[in-house]
């Protein structure tokens, strides 16, 4: 049986924690034009460039340097209000987030400072929200 990769573990959690938001993953071109055929909100997992594996007697965990976007629509031209409602609305669903991949087990704890980015009126589809860099490792060692 192969074992679930980081990503696949991620769009799990969003499945089951977040109704009525959709997952998307890939690079961030990709990820342009596939936030113009979801619903949102979207939790959006951008390809990881880099990561660490740790190997201990024949086994591995991944931890790749994952960045999570949380993201909405604002009207076009938002001002800073509007935008203010939907970034910190994403903030509370990134909160949750973190928080639903620590219950998940899937994860070594996520603690101390999580920076985070506020994106605002990006994308072809006027979007708001945050991203936030996270450094994922496996709970669990796979087999090599």
Known sequence: MKAKTVESKLKEIVEKKFSGVSYVFDDWKA??????????????????ISGVFTFNHGRVKDKPNCYIVFMDKVPKDADGDENEVIYS??????????????????????????????????????????????????????CV
């Open 31 to 48: 990820i342009d034009r596939k936030l113009s055929k979801v619903s949102l909100p979207a939790i959006i997992c951008v390809m990881p």
């Open 89 to 142: 609305s994403m903030k509370e669903m990134a909160k949750k987030f973190i928080s639903e991949v620590n219950k998940s087990g899937y994860f070594e704890a996520v603690e101390g400072d999580i920076p985070y980015d506020v994106i605002t009126e990006k994308m072809s589809d006027i979007l708001s929200g945050i991203g936030v860099p996270l450094s994922l490792k496996e709970s669990a060692y796979n």
